[in-house]
């Protein structure tokens, strides 16, 4: 009989799969297989904000056009792991083989839309200002920079999605930390992240105790926007976080229905993108 | 040859004369009518150009709060399901009587205010009245304003405003949220309250329904009150990021809607290329409109090092001709700082800059005026980018010239700095003016020119210059729920 490999879960921070320096587990039992997944520290999620700042420049300098193929790059990567992450969602989530391939393939499906969405939200968002002057004026779309993201419990894999895309299709570097409950599905995705033509850095993804990780984003200088499934105490504590160091927060209801058509809107970009103007003499 | 005459080039006085009568005391806008405050307690308030009182005004109290936020969202269950064509008739009025009361407004805003009646009568009142002109517009047509979400208003705004364009502030805050359905309360700042409570009139004057806009003075406590009421669904503040911080940890645990529009310390970066007759117009008109008390004043200059004494030199010859005095004279570039207490900030700054080491230069050959509270433009040479002057908000009209080489080095300059408000740049290259643009984190950036606004701009920050975007569509996604 052949030796069963396991696979060991590690954080992905930087294009690479280190574990968390802090030597911490969690314990997840799934399908009679016990998983120990890293608890990633404070320490772990300030090295996925320093590999994110150094990746978002780039990643947002490269043409929309680009960024849509690396986008559309990660949704084929996806579909060829159908199956690993139907099982990935089943292993920790009380849910019907139906009900996980449907989020799968809704997650697959929301990756292509916002491969579409690249070099379109300067279309929808932007605009040329008609100013009662001698200048021409235009207000153009950019990214905020680099954005955390506490994905829902709730359809850990679209939920995840939902929350990171309009941030990576904008040019926004994501410091993604998984699902609480059910965060198996996030480290498959992080495979696709790999071995998509998503450049290292750009988006990273933790494991870990949200309690734990939300205040330390909150209080963290150096991150830009916070996208974030949570309630309560723990909305309370990251919107503090503005007052920080100004960055932007945005609080979702973590029992959201992701597949609704609102998660694909244009209104999306408008937590982790900035609106800039531009000024200049119509006779020079 | 005859001798040449020594000749007087100064100018004579060319005050504006219109008058205006102010009030001996003004009482707090609620509910439509003009009401004694139930703390029955007064402020000053005194024209800085003169250190002479104007007028006392009403300081709104808890309970003064409490009555404003109730008549507001007492107006807000018919404002909000008002015909959009009819919200849109108050507004269009409201824009149509500030232009017929424009020469008033601007007078009353130079004596509140101390800023000088050329930039209130060509730019602040003209603005005001665009901003509610545009916004008239606006309010049968929201639903093609922000792509994406099905237009419906919030409820009670509260709206803190600051000192440094008092009645412009007023209208960018109050037209978006009445276009959009929402009601108001106002919280005017404590040096410059007169033109808000003017408009206040006007209000009066067009029949606006009773309860939609509600103006209660006073100080911090009253804008505390105000931001943190529970009654309140959207919180839209000016001011500096030292209070922007408060309120927004204040806001942490509701789930008010918030926005900031805070401070500033913007480049104004010339290169070597740069149109320079106009780039030197640009540099006196970032720092020295209204004083320098400008968030997005363009405070710290980045000058290609290889042009940096002609620079200097022309501005110090431009400075020499600019008129510091009387804010009602017509001629009058740099008015009065708008407080005692502004006054001694800005001067602390300069104190500093000299302590730390900076070259301080004061062009100004005349003589400042015995009363009011006035600061020559002053500029400072051999600045580091360390200096505490390089680095703080100082609002007032000091400029700090720091130098760079390369167009790489002149947006890293200009990006190193907390905030991202905005930022001019003076080249003759368009890729070149372009690309610096790119690279720089602010929301407004400014190519050959300075210090331009309009209702259908966006305007508002990246960073710690706070959130959200005032004017144009991105301006209304602040009040539509």
């Known amino acids: ?40 520290s404070r320490k772990d999620l300030r090295d996925a904000v320093e590999s994110a700042r150094a990746a978002q420049v780039k990643w947002a300098a490269s043409t929309a056009y680009l960024r849509g193929q690396v986008l559309h790059r990660l949704a084929e990567m996806m579909q060829a792991r159908h199956g690993e992450f139907v099982d990935a969602i089943r292993a920790t989530a009380r849910i019907t083989p139906r009900k996980a391939r449907d989020e799968v393939d809704a997650a697959i499906e929301h990756v292509v839309c916002f491969a579409g969405w690249t070099d379109k939200i300067a279309i929808v968002l932007g605009s040329q200002n008609p100013v009662a002057g001698p200048f021409y004026t235009f207000s153009g779309i950019e990214p905020t920079g680099v954005v955390a993201v506490l994905a829902p419990d709730a359809s850990p894999l679209l939920g995840a999605l939902a929350l990171a895309c309009p941030a990576l299709a904008a040019g926004n570097a994501v410091v993604l930390v998984a699902s609480e409950r059910h965060p198996i599905p996030a480290l498959v995705l992080a495979e696709a992240f790999a071995t998509s033509d998503l450049p290292g850095g750009v988006c990273n993804v933790l494991t870990g105790d949200h309690g734990e990780l939300a205040p330390a984003m909150a209080g963290h200088r150096d991150i830009d926007a916070i996208v974030a499934a949570a309630s309560g105490k723990r909305a309370t504590a990251l919107k503090e976080g503005v007052a920080e160091n100004m960055k932007r927060v945005q609080v979702v209801d973590p029992d959201s229905d992701f597949t609704d058509a609102r998660w694909r809107s244009p209104a999306v970009f408008r937590g982790v993108t900035e609106c800039k103007t531009v000024w200049m003499p119509a006779m020079a | 040859m005859q001798p040449a005459q020594a000749i007087d080039w100064s100018y004579a006085p060319a005050p504006e004369t219109f008058p205006v009568e102010i009030q001996a005391e003004h009482g707090l806008f609620i509910g439509g009518r003009f009401v004694d405050p139930r703390s029955r307690k007064h402020f000053e308030t005194e024209n800085p150009a003169t250190e002479r009182r104007l007028s006392k005004v009403a300081e709104a109290g808890k309970a003064d709060v409490d009555a404003a936020v109730k008549a507001a969202t007492k107006a807000f269950k018919t404002w909000s399901r008002t015909r959009p064509a009819e919200r849109a008739g108050y507004l269009f009025r409201i824009a149509r009587r500030i232009q017929e009361r424009a020469r008033e407004l601007a007078v009353l805003e130079s004596m509140d205010n101390g800023k000088p009646i050329k930039e209130t009568r060509d730019v602040d009142v003209p603005l005001v009245a665009q901003h509610f002109f545009h916004h008239a517009g606006w ?125 500033g310390k913007s480049p104004n970066i010339i290169f070597a290329d740069a149109p320079m007759d106009q780039a030197i117009e640009g540099i006196v008109n970032g720092i020295w409109f209204n004083q320098g008390q400008v968030c997005c004043a363009g405070s710290r200059l980045l000058v290609e090092e290889s042009v940096v004494d002609e620079v200097i030199g022309r501005l110090t010859h431009r400075m020499r001709s600019l008129r510091v005095g009387d804010p009602l004279d017509k001629n009058t570039d740099v008015g009065a700082i708008n407080s005692r207490e502004q006054l001694e900030r800005v001067n602390r700054y300069i104190e500093c800059g000299v302590r730390e080491g900076a070259d301080r230069i004061v062009c100004f050959d005349g003589a400042l005026p015995d009363a009011g509270h006035f600061i020559a433009p002053t500029l400072f040479r051999g600045v580091q980018p360390a200096h505490t002057i390089a680095r703080e908000e100082i609002f007032g009209p000091v400029l700090t010239v720091l130098t760079f080489r390369t167009p790489d080095e002149a947006i890293a300059r200009a990006n190193d700095t907390n905030y991202g408000l905005s930022a001019g740049i003076w080249t003759s290259r368009a890729s070149k003016a372009y690309e610096v643009a790119a690279g720089v984190k602010a929301g407004v950036v400014w190519l050959n020119t300075f210090n331009q606004f309009d209702a259908t701009s966006p305007f508002g920050g990246f960073k710690e210059s706070g959130f959200g975007r005032e004017g144009g569509r991105a301006g209304l996604a602040a009040y539509l729920a």
């Not at chain 1, 574990?19 to 890293?38: F, M, N």
């Open chain 1, 1 to 40: 009989m052949p030796a069963t490999v396991t696979k060991t879960w590690k954080l992905f921070i930087g294009g690479a799969f280190p574990r968390t320096e802090s030597g911490r587990t969690i314990k997840a039992v799934a399908g009679g297989t016990v998983h120990h997944l890293c608890k990633a």
């Open chain 2, 139 to 263: 309010c049968d047509k929201l639903q093609y304003a922000v792509p994406g979400i099905e237009p419906r208003p919030i409820g009670v705004c509260a709206q803190v405003i600051p000192w440094n364009f008092p009645l412009l502030m007023a209208a960018w805050k109050i037209a978006p949220a009445l276009a959009c359905g929402n009601t108001v309360v106002l919280k005017p700042a404590e040096t410059t309250p007169l033109t808000a409570l003017r408009l206040a009139e006007i209000l009066q004057e067009v029949d606006l329904p009773p309860g939609v806009v509600n103006i209660v003075t006073g100080a911090g406590e009253t804008g505390r009150m105000l931001v943190e009421h529970p009654g309140v669904q959207k919180v839209a503040f000016t001011g500096s990021t030292e209070v922007g911080k408060r309120i927004a940890k204040a806001c942490a645990g509701t789930d008010k809607r918030l926005t900031l529009e805070l401070g």
